[in-house]
């Protein structure tokens, strides 16, 4: 078997299993991305003849030169170059995006909604049958805590407000691919929760980072429970969408969350967020958060919409908001049953059980089977990307 060469052993373990079969022509958009990118290597690795990745950046230094991988650079805004991906596909994976807080509200709206629309009016045009559809679970967050609940059981679309900008657009654009699922175009929306591993430039990076210079602190108690998915898990939870996508099938139209599932610290299916973060901070010989004094919630929390308020006087989004204040004191973590039932899914990656605090030998070093050597590798790599 045939698998992707920059691969960690956990990784490569898990890619040499048996799989089902993928479709022939596959298309990723976003495949340039820290998920697309994986997903576009899993799909070659399971025996997809051809894999178009459609991003609006350039092929990655790092991609997987594999003649069955075409890397067309295009932008979701585009009707014309989405359509024109499209072309011969089996299955598209929409997972192009404009993620994160920072953005204006017109790219949000541009990409997340428009750039849906446009994929689904090219799979119209050229009779692709499948569509799935990377989602978030922020598009169903109110501000209440989440503990075990499963997708049915979280607030309904559309919500009546959300709490950032992208999880509104990203609500519009799951809407309207839901609503267009028919029999003759299939649809799905997935999410993972917390995504993490190797080539993450983003959430645990800019924690260690912060960690690094100091500064890090632990919001509030620092008992909130979390769920986290490793990027590999993601894939194969996306991969088994397509498989799931059938005539009658109940996954149909349907809304799915795909975690660690039961190989989390608790195998109910959650970690503690703060515990997992000073295990990697500790790891890579940084200071020990915990041991710092923690900033409490009621202090944060004006000063986080004091911060929202000056910059929006100023035009410039500010770090520290309302909603980072709570979704880094919040628990968030889900059940994996729905999932497990209607796609058959189980993780592919089982590393976080295999998470232990680590030896002082192995401190610097990081081994790619614990998170402390998966935010490491990420740490390293967002360092020398350019900014």
């Given at each position: 078997m045939v698998t992707a060469p920059a691969l960690s052993l956990l990784q490569r373990a898990a890619a040499e299993k048996s799989h089902p079969p993928v479709p022939a022509n596959c298309v990723v958009t976003g495949g340039s991305g820290f998920v697309g990118?994986?997903?576009?290597?899993?799909?070659?690795?399971?025996?997809?003849?051809?894999?178009?990745?459609?991003?609006?950046?350039?092929?990655?230094?790092?991609?997987?030169?594999?003649?069955?991988?075409?890397?067309?650079?295009?932008?979701?805004?585009?009707?014309?170059?989405?359509?024109?991906?499209?072309?011969?596909?089996?299955?598209?994976?929409?997972?192009?995006?404009?993620?994160?807080?920072?953005?204006?509200?017109?790219?949000?709206?541009?990409v997340n909604l428009g750039g849906t629309k446009h994929v689904l009016e090219g799979c119209k045009r050229h009779k692709v049958p499948k569509i799935v559809m990377s989602s978030s679970p922020s598009t169903r967050f109110d501000g209440s805590d989440i503990e075990g609940l499963s997708e049915t059981d979280l607030p309904k679309l559309p919500q009546q407000t959300y709490m950032q900008e992208y999880a509104a657009t990203k609500a519009a654009g799951e809407m309207l691919l839901t609503q267009s699922c028919c029999d003759e175009l299939m649809t799905i929306a997935i999410a993972p929760h917390q995504v993490y591993g190797p080539r993450d430039t983003l959430f645990m990076p800019n924690m260690m980072q912060t960690a690094a210079m100091g500064r890090l602190r632990v919001f509030g108690s620092g008992q909130n429970k979390i769920c986290f998915t490793h990027v590999d898990n993601y894939c194969h939870g996306l991969i088994l969408g397509e498989s799931a996508l059938y005539k009658g099938s109940p996954a149909l139209a349907q809304f799915y969350i795909c975690t660690d599932a039961e190989t989390h610290r608790h195998p109910e299916g959650y970690c503690y967020l703060w515990e997992e973060v000073d295990r990697a901070a500790?790891?890579?010989?940084?200071?020990?958060?915990?041991?710092?004094?923690?900033?409490?919630?009621?202090?944060?929390?004006?000063?986080?919409?004091?911060?929202?308020?000056?910059?929006?006087?100023?035009?410039?989004?500010?770090?520290?908001?309302?909603?980072?204040?709570?979704?880094?004191?919040?628990?968030?973590?889900?059940?994996?049953?729905?999932?497990?039932?209607?796609?058959?899914?189980?993780?592919?990656?089982?590393?976080r059980r295999a998470t232990r605090k680590p030896s002082s030998g192995s401190r610097r070093s990081g081994s790619p089977r614990t998170l402390t050597g998966v935010a490491q590798a990420a740490t390293a790599a967002s360092t020398r990307a350019p900014r």
């Open positions: 990118q994986r997903l576009v290597e899993m799909l070659v690795e399971r025996g997809a003849n051809r894999v178009v990745s459609f991003d609006i950046l350039p092929q990655p230094p790092s991609a997987w030169q594999d003649p069955r991988i075409e890397y067309v650079q295009g932008d979701l805004r585009d009707a014309e170059s989405v359509a024109a991906a499209m072309k011969g596909a089996d299955c598209v994976w929409h997972l192009g995006a404009a993620v994160g807080p920072f953005h204006p509200w017109q790219l949000y709206q541009d500790v790891g890579l010989g940084f200071d020990s958060v915990s041991a710092k004094t923690h900033l409490p919630v009621v202090l944060l929390t004006p000063l986080a919409y004091i911060c929202d308020f000056t910059g929006w006087i100023v035009g410039k989004k500010m770090k520290l908001t309302p909603f980072v204040v709570r979704l880094l004191t919040m628990h968030r973590w889900f059940s994996f049953e729905r999932a497990e039932r209607d796609l058959g899914y189980k993780p592919s990656s089982r590393s």
